[in-house]
């Protein structure tokens, strides 16, 4: 993932998976803030009723997945990264749209 930050403090938010990336993960923090808020201002309302249990749970599944899918994305963002060099490197002139697009080149 570290080509991925890169391009981000680069400024290059041309990629599809760069924006899927930086979504979600200010998704995950969102959420990350809107728990610690549930815990720490309204911490004595949450833990005793079944409304507040219920919606820290859904606070930590909404986390979990935007974790997961920014994660996943990176991931995908690296590999794709990784078959364009490769493919560049057999034959270069295929394909070389879709992966510059696909990475925001």
Do not use: H
Request: net charge positive.
């Amino acid at each position: 993932m570290p080509g991925l930050l890169q391009r981000i403090l680069e400024g290059n938010f041309s990629s599809p998976l760069t924006l899927v990336f930086i979504v979600f993960t200010l998704l995950a923090f969102y959420f990350l803030f809107r728990l610690a808020w549930l815990f720490f201002v309204r911490g004595d309302e949450v833990a005793e009723s079944i409304a507040g249990k219920r919606e820290a749970k859904n606070l930590v599944r909404l986390l979990i997945i935007s974790v997961v899918i920014a994660l996943f994305s990176g991931f995908v963002f690296e590999f794709v990264r990784a078959g364009r060099d490769v493919a560049q490197s057999s034959a270069p002139s295929a394909a070389k749209g879709f992966f510059d697009w696909l990475v925001g080149k």
